[in-house]
């Protein structure tokens, strides 16, 4: 498969190269005097125990991509095959098939094989359907090389779980 | 031959045959025009007014699908108002186009996608509904309609009127209340229907067998020939994962034009068949590749030395390639074998494309001489072991399960001494083979087919076959070399140096010139 460029329009403060610099600069420093002061003060946890401890992580934050599930139990997914040819690391299988109801196709196998995957988002960029989006989930580390291949049934997330993904994601895709 | 023009095209100099389509002259000079209805071979419609160029001297702009070269002629193409009327046909074309991309067989090699990428708006400007139409319309055995899809091009239209001279398909009612559907009283299914999913721009006609299958930009297209019958249509083989997803019509107008027929393409599932041998049988039982070589040498060498091989017979596989069948000659000549017979299973024919003969080189086993006669030597062969002269059989291919009648076929195969088989799948009535050779089908190949027109034309290979897999020909150059001592190699080139120095009718032609299109065998011959 030949490979292509495709240049992506970024929001503005991203190409202004030095304010996300500054305000990188700005948030580290920030810590750091907090973190001394709480220690002058005898201030114990610095850190969130985990796993007894967990902090719910923004909707930005990116894990592993699941599949949305609709009120009905079906998937959103159409099999249209875009998710996988955008996948940089070809960790997703997908065989289409035939169904009878209005949306004609759906995915008889959708494979994510996650030790591959790395998270970058680009199947929940590519997806026309909002089928597929980055969950929070990250604990997914398991003790056979099998058992990292996930079936459409594993991925399947239903919408509801998904909403704040959801609600950050429109926005971006807004027409002007 | 029509005279040669001169026309000039943004400037530049091209040459055309005079009264040719100018649309077609610009093509052939590389000369990138959109265009949907316009197809090389049906007439021409003019219905999408995509391809219009402005010509010097004509104050409106031209359709240059139905405007012949004339010599001096003088075309812009880069022009403002050809712009625009290209966003305005696409604008047109998707006021009411289903978003049906992302289930749409056709997305990845869409005209409507790819031409809207060049020359659409990015966005519409419409606000009224899409136009309702029927979707998955059932229209014929093997083919699918989906009406809002259809930019009314009229190829399909066209292709049924003109070529299938069937005409199932038309253009109902009209404007805005066009629609594109099968008469009342006609289905599409005549023997060349799936042609028009080909030739349909957009995703509107589409196969029964393709559809939801796979998306077509993860298809690796290998150029090769159908095996289907004697005509040889020239083909891409679609293949996915080492899997065959579809056969798709190569342009050869020596041979098959742009069509092919619906049996040939919907002909590819032996190859993934799970009952196919998949390692060779000796006596009945799996054995490894030097074992059965072994066993296969030997027992023909053991056969040989105590009945003679005037006592052994051979049937060689029309589905096999010049190369496989020339070294196959090779292998029993050095065994003496004198009985040669071919089984060729036959079929319903018509005047296009479709011949009796069902297999890809029946022509090339006649070519090389390897067998003689009418019927191909059959009843020769038959008669010599029913009478106990022939007491061995070398078998490839079973064509002889169809050709000849199953009692008759079980009592020559009972009376054998020694049997080898080489096929596709095991079968009980080759239980008392010594050894069974698992056959490569088309698609797993390199090699020349010869048509039954005597054109000599170029499989590849597409698939991979499993590690330490021997093709037909590797299993006759090993034996051969087995048994004759001869260091032969299977390479394609060496085998068609043999081929020339043997003198046949091949020798007059060189296997690296063989192109996408072909070579024909010299006039002589059968
Ligand atoms: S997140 Fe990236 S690597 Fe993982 S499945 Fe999606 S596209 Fe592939
Ligand atoms: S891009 Fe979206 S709709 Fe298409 S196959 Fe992937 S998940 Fe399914
Ligand atoms: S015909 Fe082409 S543009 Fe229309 S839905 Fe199919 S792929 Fe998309
Ligand atoms: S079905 Fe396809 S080929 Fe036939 S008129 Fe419509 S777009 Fe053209
Ligand atoms: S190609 Fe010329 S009008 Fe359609």
Redesign the interface.
Known sequence: ?AARVVKVARPQPMTRRWTPLLVGLGVAIAHFFRNLLGFARGRQDFTVYFPEQRFVQPPAMRGMPVLVQMPNGKERC?????C??ACPTNCITI????TASE???YPEVFDIDMSRCMFCGLCEEAC??EAIVMSRQVEIACYSRRGSLWHKQDLLVPEAELKPRLDYLRPQYA?K | MAKTVHVTVDGRTIEAAEGAPLLQAMLDAGIHIPHYCYHPKLTIDGSCRFCQVRIEGIPKLQISCNTPVRDGMVVKTDDPEVHTVRRGVIELLLLNHPLD???CDK?GECWLQNYSMEFGAR?GRTIDPRRKRGK?LDIGERMLLDQERCILCRRCVRFCNEITKTGELHIFTLGDHSKLDIYDDARLDNPYSMNTADICPVGALETKDF?????V??LEETASVCPSCANGCNIMISAYRNRIWRLVPRRNDEVNDTWMCDAGRLNYRFVADPERLRAPLVDGAPATWNEALDRAAGALGDFRKRQGGSALGAIVSPHLTNEENFRFGELIHALGVQQVAMAVKRGPADDFLIKAEKAANARGVRELRIVQGDDDGIEALLGAIESGMVKGLYLCGDDLLETVPADRLERILAQLELLIVQTLRPNPRFARAAVIFPTTTFAEKDGTFTNHAGRVQRIRKALETPAGWLNDGEIFTALLNAIDARGASFALDRVWGEMARDGNVFSALDFNEIGPRGMQLAAAGK
Not at chain 1, 78 to 82: E, F, H, R, S, W
């Open positions: 498969m159409v099999a249209c095959g875009l996988e040819f065989f289409p098939a035939e949306v004609e196709r026309p359907e027409r | 991309c992302p289930i997305a966005e998955r559809h939801h299958k796979i998306r930009w993860f």
